[in-house]
């Protein structure tokens, strides 16, 4: 009543205390195993729920996801994130190129050379590094 201000509202059995014989109170090991096969059951519950979930959201992904639409001999920027002393970030031009697309090696790295330099070693760069060079 201290904490509350108030009689807190409890269950008979617990404002009163169950009578020492009575079938309603479990025993502790009985009420441990109730409790461990409850939670094994939500547990995996939840667990399926959030496969589900996750894929749910995998398949709206997909519906707009496109891949990027590179073909080797295109030009495109490269996005290289370079902090350089003395200089501030927010007005560094984090994108360099134009490059050339060399080939595709897989779904998601190409290989790349600078276009000013035509004698330099080539690159490989995830996709989603690269953007394509629209001519103005």
């Not at 009689?7 to 025993?27: I, N, T």
């Not at 519906?63 to 560094?92: C, I, M, N, Q, S």
Request: charged content about 30%; proline content about 10%.
């Amino acid at each position: 009543m201290l904490m509350f201000g108030r009689q807190l509202g409890l269950p008979p059995g617990l404002a009163r205390g169950y009578p020492p014989d009575s079938p309603a109170v479990p025993s502790r090991l009985e009420y441990q195993a109730w409790l461990q096969d409850r939670l094994r059951h939500l547990h995996h519950q939840a667990r399926d729920y959030a496969a589900a979930v996750a894929l749910r959201q995998k398949e709206r992904y997909d519906v707009r996801a496109r891949r990027p639409a590179f073909d080797v001999g295109d030009l495109v920027w490269l996005f290289e994130p370079r902090r350089r002393v003395g200089r501030t970030p927010k007005l560094e031009c984090w994108w360099t190129g134009p490059w050339k697309v060399l080939s595709i090696l897989n779904d998601v790295t190409a290989r790349i050379r600078k276009l000013d330099r035509p004698k330099s070693r080539p690159r490989t760069f995830h996709v989603d590094r690269l953007a394509p060079l629209l001519a103005r």
